[in-house]
């Protein structure tokens, strides 16, 4: 591995800018490194030839003065993102020929300001799934694994592993319930998702429209900062979109932390959670202190039943989200003399269990005289779960929890797959974000007894994705948490 | 609401996927256990929630009556399993 | 209204039946994309990403269509609903690119309505509107070009419709063809679809019932999808209402199904059994946040609507002095309304609502002719009834100027003027007509003296005919007696 590989995003457009190296050097030891990391399994397609000729552009950018704001940026994009001529597949049998005519508009604003596409990203299937062993293209091995190969976490498992493992500058993830944040903790880096409504969910593979956002991942709290920017603004092509003025997320960094209130939700203090993660979530909140912010306890009361609500909603929307999937206009297409016949062959042999599994459920809970006892009265918790964090933020200007109960686990567990409600269970502390459209970051804090990085999760209120990066930044000054 | 075998079939038709008949006990098995999870939330009282249906209370924009895409023939059909003259193709409906 | 009553040996039954409507929205785009609604272009040419239902696209709300919706609730007569939702109903379906619909369910955009249709013994009926929701439709198949294939054009998916209910209210085949008559008739006058049939650009599911005439009970009801003729859909009530009644007097049941109606052979047949009905799974459209209108908006739409048939008919019979009957013909449609005011005004409105119902809508008949192509304007039918009721033409000669008129399109008074046509009122020159007349039948002049005084009619005959027809009658009349009283 190069050193310049290692460097963050702000450290390499300084280099970039100052002419230490070129953006076609920087790219080709990038694809030097992706050759090299193909163990792994972290990118599904790889562009190089597309890759080398963006970063050509740029370093003609760079000599003309006309360089952008991401100028030569190598990125991983996360296979979910409809990308105009190169293949996206979602992680699916489903869609593994697919090749959009047009581009995401996330996509699109860092093509946009310079960023330079190394290729597509490995994820769970349609992102679903805490630990991308749904995906078709196989599991994505955690570069911290040691002895046995461990999860990277999902759903955007693939760039989470290649962020940590350098295969990329930084990449893009998606956020259902989790999937950014969850990945970005069991990876050791860094990862936000933004408030529902920030980035435009055009031209990304829908699993859960109410819930999903797309986010950065990347090394540190700054680069996280640089991308959302970039990523992020209003697009007209989303009716969810909020028309909302994007702020410079860098200029957060330098603000302090004293007099704000971190409010610390008891709930996430079941009797039995890991000690180790109750020791570095307290550790978290005195560097806080220390720095002059107040910590105070708050109470989020709906919190038990944060799951249980997601997984009624997220799987509804995902029955009809992924009916178009029919073998008709794209992608897979399996025989059938009469047109029933081909829907199912088509979609039993092109989807995977746990997206069949999700896609039944979601179609059960909205199915007539189930509707009222499932989804409705999911729709309504979700109310209360909202008006939870509504009432908190009254009391508090940012939320500390941790991001998972646990670390990074070994390929093919038994317990997460014997009974899925297990591997669900790790979303504990992320969903509920999901369910209330808060910005949520998740930061590395410290290594486990084994080795293992647990995160941190700072949750914001709507549109504060700014004071998210703050109060990130002096965690992350403090942690000193050695990246891989 | 413990749910049958013939939920389960119906369920899978619905949704346009085939469970083999060997695997129809195991999958009411497994969709029951998930759905006893998830009754988990009656223990909440919700009739007087009003339902949440979209996260940022906002209302719906509304774009101008103006022609701005379409005329694409060849990028709509690039990636049909099968066209024929410019039409998706499928086997025979029967109405 | 004479009402419709089926009576068997057994006994009196009548009908229930309830309309449901898909009218397409007029447009430029798509409801939820910017592809154009142009119909009958090259197949999948208007379509979007969104309309093939790509992975990742997005709806998003075309204006117009909101528009014209509430335009029609307002001519239907109906509650606007500030809040209203868009919600999926999920089925698959190869037009159907999502495999779901976008549509409303439980909170459409227009509430409760009514419209008043006029039916042939002169009375008028009340027909309630349920409800008015808007969606989008299907794409279209097409079979007969492989016989084992089917063919999926998507440039209808995704144009905008708008679904009007109306309440059970219809008690005969000739209100509900009288309603949709009128509909058809307001959806024009507003400009929110164009109304057409056999174009599929309106759409007929027609829900039938039976019942024991005096009875109030609601039997099991079928439906009978897409009629596409208000003529079809008269037939359609009748057959099913006698199938119904049969099967009742032979003791069976009806079941709760849907059926297709076929003109050729006047049966309905099964198209779905109620155990194979689909399960919808409908739910709030989460790519769409809620419908809002603001009280400033419906009234903005309000203050742009035009007078509808109704107001029109009203007004017409009572400031015009129309007949009822003349007032609704002229009222159906728009355009006839339109030409009518035009050529009555400063005229006998009455005289041209005559001259309009019986020798101009013939000479469209005969020509084929759609009344904005009229060779005869609006302006010179009125000149031409303002010369008979000033008297400088006759009726009769009016009828050859009018003929005239409708092969060269020119102003009467000018046909008038240069064929001479002007009603001689003269007494002078009629006096030398009728001297020369009673000169050249002495005969007949002592057998009128002589008590056949019927004889001053031959004598006014030949009088007008000598004049070629431009001699004033009355006049003559007058002076023919006058003479030979002498």
């Known amino acids: ?135 078709y293209f196989g599991p994505v091995i955690n570069p911290w694994s040691k002895d046995k190969p461990l999860v990277p976490g999902g759903s955007s498992g693939g760039s989470a592993a290649a962020v940590a493992a350098h295969l990329c500058a930084a990449a893009t993830g998606t956020d259902t319930g989790g999937s950014i944040r969850e990945p970005a903790a069991f990876c050791g880096i860094t990862g936000i998702k933004p408030t529902y409504g920030r980035c435009s969910r055009y031209g990304i593979v829908a699993f859960a429209s109410s819930l999903d956002q797309a986010g950065p991942i990347a090394q540190d709290v700054r680069d996280c900062a640089i991308l959302l920017k970039s990523m992020a603004g209003f697009d007209e ?26 409010g610390l939700p008891k709930e996430y203090r079941p009797e039995g959670l890991n000690p180790e993660v109750a020791a570095y979530w307290d550790k978290a909140a005195e560097y806080l202190k220390a720095r002059g912010a107040n910590i105070k306890e708050i109470s989020l009361p709906h919190t038990k039943y944060a799951l249980a609500t997601y997984y009624v909603l997220a799987p509804a929307e995902a029955s009809s989200n992924l009916a178009r999937y029919d073998g008709i206009r794209y992608g897979f297409r399996a025989d059938g003399q009469h047109l029933d016949d081909l829907y199912i062959n088509t979609r039993t042999q092109g989807f995977g269990a746990e997206v069949r599994r999700r896609i039944m459920i979601g179609t059960y809970v909205l199915s007539a005289g189930y509707y009222d006892a499932y989804f409705l009265k999911a729709q309504k918790m979700r109310r209360l779960i909202h008006n939870d964090f509504m009432n908190a933020f009254k009391e508090c200007d940012v939320i500390l929890t941790p991001t998972s109960p646990i670390t990074a686990f070994p390929i093919g567990d038994e317990s997460m797959l014997q009974n899925p409600i297990n591997m669900y269970l790790n979303d504990v502390f992320t969903v509920s974000v999901n369910l209330a459209g808060l910005p949520a970051l998740s930061l590395p804090i410290g290594l486990s007894a084994t080795g293992l990085p647990y995160g941190m999760q700072l949750i914001g209120k709507p549109f504060d994705e700014g004071t998210l990066f703050n109060v990130a930044a002096k965690i992350e000054t403090d942690a000193k948490f050695e990246r891989k | 609401m413990a749910i049958d075998n013939l939920t389960v079939k119906r369920i899978a038709f619905l949704s346009r996927l085939k469970i083999e008949d060997e695997k129809i006990e195991a999958t009411k098995e497994e969709f029951n256990k998930i759905l006893n999870w998830i009754e988990e939330l009656n223990e909440i009282d919700t009739n007087s929630v009003e339902p949440l249906i979209s996260v940022n209370d906002a209302t719906l924009r509304m774009r101008e009556d103006v022609v701005t895409s379409g005329n694409c023939l060849k990028d709509i059909l690039k990636n049909a399993p099968s066209a024929e003259y410019d039409y998706f193709a499928v086997p025979k409906v029967v109405e | 209204m004479a009402e419709y009553i089926i009576e068997t040996t057994k006994g009196k039954w009548e009908v229930v039946v309830g309309l449901e409507i898909h009218c397409q929205i007029i447009s430029k785009s798509k409801i939820f994309s910017s592809a154009s609604t142009e119909f009958g272009d090259d ?43 868009f919600s999926r109903k999920n089925y698959f379906y190869a037009d159907m690119p999502t495999d779901y619909q976008i549509t409303q369910f439980r909170y459409p955009i227009v509430g409760e309505g009514e419209i008043f249709v006029d039916l042939s013994d002169g009375s008028t009926k009340k027909i309630g509107i349920e409800r008015m929701h808007i969606e989008q439709d299907a794409g279209k198949s097409i079979h007969d070009l492989n016989p084992t294939k089917s063919y999926i054009d998507l440039n209808r998916a995704g144009v905008g419709l708008m679904e009007i209910v109306t309440k059970p209210d219809f008690r005969s085949p000739e209100e509900a063809g009288a309603f949709l008559r009128k509909l058809r008739s307001i959806l024009r006058y507003l400009g929110t679809c164009d109304g057409n049939m056999d174009e599929g650009s309106m759409r007929c599911d027609v829900n039938v019932s039976v019942r024991p005439v005096g009875s109030d009970e609601l039997r099991t009801r079928c439906e009978m999808k897409n009629v596409n003729s208000v003529k079809f859909v008269m037939q359609a009530i009748e057959s099913e209402a006698k199938r119904h009644i049969e099967v009742y007097e032979n003791g069976g049941t009806i079941e709760q199904e849907t059926r297709q109606f076929d003109p050729t052979t006047g049966q309905s047949k099964v198209m779905r059994k109620k155990e194979f009905a689909h399960d919808y799974r409908y739910f709030p459209e989460p790519d769409l946040p809620p419908l809002v209108l603001t009280d400033e908006y419906i009234e903005a739409v309000k203050a742009e609507m035009i007078e509808l048939p109704d107001a029109k008919k009203q007004r017409f019979i009572e400031t015009m002095g129309l007949t009822p009957y003349d007032a609704m013909v002229l009222c159906e449609n728009k355009e006839n309304a339109e030409f009518f005011e035009k050529a009555a005004a400063g005229h006998d409105a009455k005289k041209v609502a005559n001259w309009m119902m019986s020798d101009f809508f013939a000479m469209l008949n005969k020509k084929r002719l759609d009344i904005t192509q009229s060779p005869v304007s609006a302006e010179n039918l009125g000149r031409l009834v303002e010369l008979i009721s000033t008297e400088v033409i006759s009726g009769k000669i009016a009828k050859d100027v009018f003929e005239i008129m409708s092969e060269t399109g020119e102003n009467p008074e000018k046909i008038v003027e240069e064929k001479g046509l002007k009603q001689v009122t003269d007494t002078g020159a009629i006096e030398t007509i009728i001297d020369t007349v009673i000169a050249s039948n002495p005969d007949n002049v002592t057998a009128y003296k002589n008590g056949k005084t019927n004889l001053a009619g031959w004598f006014v005959g030949q009088v007008i005919k000598m004049s070629q027809g431009k001699a004033n009658p009355a006049i003559v009349n007058k002076l023919v007696r006058e003479k030979l009283d002498k």
């Open chain 1, 1 to 135: 591995m190069t050193e310049i590989t290692t460097f963050s995003v702000a450290e390499t457009l300084k280099a970039l800018k100052n002419k230490e190296f070129s953006a076609v050097e920087l790219t080709k030891a990038y694809l030097h490194n992706m050759e090299n990391g193909r163990q792994y399994n972290a990118y599904i397609t790889e562009c190089a030839d597309v890759a080398l000729k963006q970063a050509e552009e740029a370093d003609k950018r760079y000599i003309n003065g006309t360089n952008r704001a991401l100028e030569g940026i190598p990125l991983g994009i996360k296979d979910l993102f409809c990308t105009k001529d190169i293949r996206t597949t979602a992680a699916s049998h489903i869609l593994d020929n697919f090749v959009p005519p047009y581009e995401s508009t996330v996509t699109q604003h860092l093509l946009d300001d310079g960023a330079v596409f190394l290729g597509k990203l490995n994820l769970d299937e349609f992102a679903m799934g805490g630990s991308n062993e749904t995906s």
């Open chain 1, 237 to 262: 092509k989303d009716s969810t979109s909020c028309n909302i003025t994007v702020p410079d997320y860098e200029s957060f960094l330098n603000r302090e932390v004293k007099g704000l209130t971190i």
């Open chain 3, 43 to 85: 197949p999948n040419v208007n379509v979007s990403f969104v309309d093939a239902g790509m992975p990742g696209m997005l709806p998003t709300l075309n204006k117009e269509c909101v528009h014209q919706a509430v335009k029609t609730g307002l001519g239907l007569n109906a509650k606007i609903n500030k809040y209203s939702e």
